[in-house]
């Protein structure tokens, strides 16, 4: 997936400027996350406008905003924006979620965050910014969650299995609690590499579910199939 660009089936993904590509979180957050009654979406950390465009399609009343802190990929989001079906009802902030403004809180909040903190960097400035929690911490992530998210809406977030329960503290220290938890295996006998998980200030149990990537031949299993169905070409 280290393409210019990548296309899906009903828009295209310029990606040559930005530091991260398409990649399998992103496909797994923009269409697991629980967006069918969402009016208005917040896409924290857009890159390139991958799970915002995603969750376009998959909600057609949804009128989303994406948060993007590097210029060139908030610059190349926007132009991802225009160029889809969906342009008038995407738009983007520049700058911090920190630094976010807006006049409404939001019913749905999506986030594919940066969860590496104090560990190796890389060269390239614009990959550290992505990957590591420098500009964006998770008790950021939770503080400005709270502030943006309507009293009944929710959150998804997709991260490792251990910065996912750490996300988890930070969460319930705002009111935050989880309600959905999809663990994510690349095949029925791995470890779990990824939770998408959903988040409201409600109380109630938690809807577990897994799903396995591959089967036993190293394909696509039918789970993860009918996921991709309507986004990539082929499914």
């Not at 920190?98 to 909040?109: G, K, T």
């Not at 998804?156 to 996300?167: A, D, G, K, T, V």
């Not at 779990?192 to 109380?203: K, L, Q, T």
Request: glycine share 6%; hydrophobic share 40%; with cysteine.
């Amino acid at each position: 997936m280290g393409n210019s660009w990548f296309q899906f089936q009903q828009f295209k993904i310029h990606q040559d400027r930005c530091a991260m590509k398409i990649s399998t979180d992103a496909v797994l957050l923009g269409s697991l996350a629980d967006c069918w009654n969402a009016r208005t979406i917040l896409d924290v950390g857009t890159g390139t406008g991958v799970v915002a465009l995603m969750l376009a399609q998959r909600a057609p009343h949804a009128r989303i905003m994406a948060v993007e802190i590097d210029a060139d990929a908030s610059k190349q989001a926007m132009e991802n924006f225009r160029e889809s079906p969906f342009s008038e009802r995407l738009d983007l902030f520049f700058g911090r979620f920190q630094d976010f403004l807006h006049p409404n809180q939001f019913e749905l909040l999506v986030s594919n965050p940066p969860y590496f903190e104090n560990h190796l960097k890389s060269k390239d400035p614009k990959r550290n910014k992505a990957l590591h929690t420098d500009e964006l911490s998770f008790r950021d992530l939770a503080e400005h969650t709270q502030r943006w998210l309507s009293p009944s809406g929710q959150i998804w977030i997709i991260l490792p299995p251990r910065q996912m329960e750490e996300l988890r503290r930070f969460f319930l220290s705002v009111g935050l609690r989880e309600r959905k938890r999809i663990r994510i295996r690349d095949r029925e006998a791995s470890q779990v590499f990824r939770e998408v998980c959903g988040f409201r200030f409600e109380e109630g149990e938690i809807d577990l579910k897994d799903l396995v990537l591959k089967d036993e031949n190293g394909g696509f299993s039918p789970g993860y199939q009918r996921l991709l169905s309507g986004f990539l070409l082929g499914y």
